[in-house]
């Protein structure tokens, strides 16, 4: 083995000395092969800080595959590889130049190990390297690593990159990692000071935890102003926090209102208990891991599609299957709230055991498309993509549920036939088919809706189960037989759990609020926004 | 309303349930045969954890009879389905014993569904084995407990994070779901943390409920403690189908495991098959079994798994390993006693040794725990996770914390002429009482 590791570091020097011209490159050569040799996390450790210690910017493809696990070892020669992993073989690359040198199977390569510390590690080391980096988000990451890890030898390189910055933005972030440097430098009081009003006007959490380190090592006018600047950024972190919450309940409303709205249509419009309401949620998220599936054997172009290509196909299933449920077994029951509140019971059983029998009890992977990934920021406040999509979606459907109910000609049947079903049967509406229709379309929607909650929850047999108490809790809340009240009791909902949660926790705070929601109902008993008139007597 | 609904849910399934099931279980009932239980939930709730436990038993049983069963007799498997409802798990257990007559029952997930099947195996007298890691703080005699301990899987994790390599974590966030092994946990990491020195405004405790989806509270919570200049490390112990969101908004919100590792004790392969994983590579788990360990033993049994499941990209995890234990020793107690009396065969368990999955021997111990590696991985972006860290040794399963007042002084050793589960050292009596 020994004498492998020898014959490798040979080789190395052997192509070194074929390329004289860059002497650079064979040292860099040189430190890389050391991976071979050490084993532990601290002996990877001391030779990413020498490939680090170089400057060269070289070694950033290196760093970065280790960083992301892609540095290996051929165990034939000790030769150490950034490999492209491509089923059971790994295609090999050379570290530095990044050409192809070769192919090789998982079991002749071993993977160079990495652990967080040892990550972290690695993003500071690159951080240094690629501020000079062309794409402006690399340096964005590169001063955000900094201003994260400040080292006083950070100053120099920021200096540079400072004077070479044309970016304003860029270069705003480049000043306050310099400053977070300089916090722990030796530079004079008055630095440091500039310092940190710089870092307190940037206010937001990282700079929280910055200072609060400061405080506790400084002495005297720099500790005062650090204690000065943590409490003005601590005064505006609280207003940020109540408009953090109030975002927070207004997502939740949305996912309420999502998997409300089909209820509100079956139960508030119909009045049919239907308990298997969730199942036709659980329906359309499957129908998105189908859709996902057959994208990534067949169509993987079309991934970020599949979302848009899934919802007509849920509502299709779902709408379907509740047009069977309500042609084979509802239809029998009007009139009958206990037993129409079994038979679905059964129903859903039933769904939920098929959907077990086919896909298996574990959970589906269901993807997220990239523009339903990661955040972004509005001041202090991170909002995620998805939550952000999702309300818009509620909305829409709403809106466009609103219309049909509202503005069409079937919306107008099956509000007449909810009112009055025999003088709506005497004017020659066919009232079966409305009903069916009626519950289709609920169960549509429903169906709708489990395409979006399948981007924030498991998609599992029980995915349905999670929100049928919230979803009657919705509708009884808002007033049975009123899309406005949906609305308004799915938000009012969501935003007083949020509001509650941190401080009462997310145990208590539902409690709260189903404690809140039975006074409520002891008081009104039709919900907020009650129907009137001769209908609600019937 | 909610307490309604769910009676009728828990009448129902169990009814549907039932029904179905007493006609499939096998009524072959031939005289020649050993018969084992199997008592995990296939449906309700615990249907995702638990079938894939059914399935490796099932497995086990058929390599066994493959090798020729056991004293010259076939196994037989009896599989019933308490579908997730605990009053319903110590039906189903009596049920195995008193009317099949099985000779173990292999089964169980959730503490409180042991809970409710511990007295009737101590009243029918039969053998109980419990293959998920628990909160500790209990020790019987009908039951071999081839889970992690809390000192076989939390403590050795804490202690990584406190290391070097772990990151040196100094602000502890200990994220759970609202039941008893969460809270018994937490309550043996706060007293374990506070022993080493940890300021209590450094920890924060967190519950949520079963189920629960929406996390963007919680996480931002996390994130504003982990800003405060020390180095911040959460301990979760949220159970089931919860992480799967909890991960998801952990990612969405930028939380790095460079920044703040997220320490699992309750996430394992199969949690993390409906999930994609490229987010959270870095974020780790404590488990003393990983489907990426590289040993013979364990790339013969994922192999069998898949020919048996008929499907490669099934995964396998810790329980699965620890029925494989269990399972294993029972064998050889069995053997050794000459016998399936489950009397003699309680006896003939301790001391009993065979190989686990890591590539070392576990060993049945005197209190009924096993000893085990404890294995700290990191999640990678296949979904697998890669050992970062592994204890030098066994660990012996220590069912009476060591850090809680209550427990402390008791002791369990099954062996003659001590035979109890709960010895108080300090007053020399048997029949103390732990915290729960």
Known sequence: ?538 | MRGNFSTITKMFSAGVVAAGLSMSSPAKAAEDTIKVGILHSLSGTMAISETTLKDAMLMLIEEQNAKGGLLGKKLEAVVVDPASNWPLFAEKARELISKDKVAAVFGCWTSVSRKSVLPVFSELDNILFYPVQYEGEESERNVFYTGAAPNQQAIPAVDYLMSEDGGSVKRWVLEGTDYVYPRTTNKILEAYLKAKGVAAEDIMVNYTPFGFSDWQTEVSAIKKFGSAGKKTAVVSTVNGDANVPFYKELGNQGIKAEDIPVMAFSVGEEELAGLDTAPLVGHLAAWNYFESVDTPENKKFIADWHKFIKNDKRTTNDPMEAHYIGFNMWVKAVEKAGTTDPDKVIDAMVGVSVPNLTGGYSTMMPNHHITKPVLIGEIQADGQFETVSQTPGLVMGDEWSDYLPDSKDLISDWRAPLSCGNFNVATGKCGGKGTN
Do not use: C
């Open chain 1, 1 to 538: 083995m020994i004498l492998l590791r020898a014959l490798g570091l040979m080789l190395v020097f052997l192509m070194a000395s074929l390329l004289p011209s860059n002497a650079a490159e064979a040292d860099l050569r040189a430190i890389i092969a050391k991976f071979a040799t050490g084993t532990g996390f601290s002996a990877i450790e001391a030779v990413v800080r020498e490939l680090a210690a170089t400057g060269d910017p070289l070694v950033e493809r290196p760093l970065a595959a280790l960083a992301e696990g892609n540095l290996y070892i051929r165990k034939a020669d000790s030769m150490v590889f950034v490999g492209n992993e491509a089923g059971d073989s790994v295609s090999l690359l050379d570290p530095l130049s990044g050409e192809k040198t070769g192919d090789a199977a998982k079991t002749d390569i071993t993977k160079i190990k990495v652990n967080n510390t040892l990550r972290r590690v690695i993003r500071d080391a690159l951080g240094t390297l690629t501020l000079r980096a062309k794409d402006p988000s690399v340096r964005i990451a590169a001063a955000d690593t900094m201003f994260k890890t400040p080292d006083a030898a950070n100053i120099e390189p920021l200096d540079a990159a400072i004077a070479a910055e044309t970016d304003a933005k860029v270069k705003a972030l480049f000043e306050q990692a310099r400053a977070a440097s300089v916090l722990v430098s030796d530079k004079p009081e008055a630095d440091k000071l500039a310092a940190v009003a710089l870092i307190g006007a940037r206010g937001d959490r990282d700079a929280l935890s910055l200072l609060t380190a400061v405080e506790a090592n400084a002495q005297g006018a720099v500790k005062d102003a650090a204690t000065a600047a943590i409490a003005s950024i601590n005064s505006s972190l609280a207003l940020w926090d109540a408009g953090q919450n109030i975002w927070y309940g207004i997502s939740l409303g949305s996912v309420l209102l999502l998997a409300a709205i089909g209820l509100a249509i079956t139960f508030g419009v119909m009045g049919v208990i239907n308990m298997a309401h969730g199942e036709m949620v659980m329906l359309g998220a499957y129908t998105t891991f189908v859709v996902q599936q057959v994208i990534r054997t067949s169509f993987p172009g079309l991934f970020d599609w599949s979302l848009v290509i899934a919802l007509p196909l849920a509502f299709l299933v779902a709408a379907s299957v509740g047009l069977i449920i309500e042609r084979g077994v509802i239809r029998f029951l009007y009139g009958r709230p206990l037993e129409t509140l079994l038979a679905t019971w059964g129903v859903s059983l039933v769904l939920q055991q098929a959907v077990r029998s086919i896909f298996g009890p574990t959970n589906q992977e269901v993807g997220n498309p990239s523009w339903m990934s990661g955040s972004f920021d509005v001041g202090q406040l991170a909002v995620t993509w998805n939550r952000l999509w999702i309300l818009v979606f509620a909305l829409t459907v709403f809106g466009v549920l609103l219309y049909v109910m509202k503005r069409t000609p079937w919306g107008l049947q099956m509000r007449a036939v909810t009112a009055n079903r025999r003088m709506a049967a005497s004017m020659g509406i066919r009232t079966p088919w409305v009903d069916a229709l009626t519950f289709a379309l609920g169960s549509g929607i429903a169906g709708i809706a489990g395409v979006a909650l399948s981007q924030i929850d498991n998609v599992s047999p029980n995915l349905g189960r999670g929100y049928i108490i919230d979803s009657f809790m919705v509708v009884v809340f808002g007033g049975v037989g009123n899309l406005w009240g949906t609305l308004v009791g799915a938000f009012s909902l969501g935003i007083v759990n949020k509001v509650l949660e941190p401080y009462a926790g997310a145990v208590l705070g539902k409690i709260v609020v189903l404690v809140l929601i039975i006074l409520f109902i002891q008081k009104r008993p039709r919900g907020l926004f009650a129907l009137k008139g001769r209908a609600v007597e019937a």
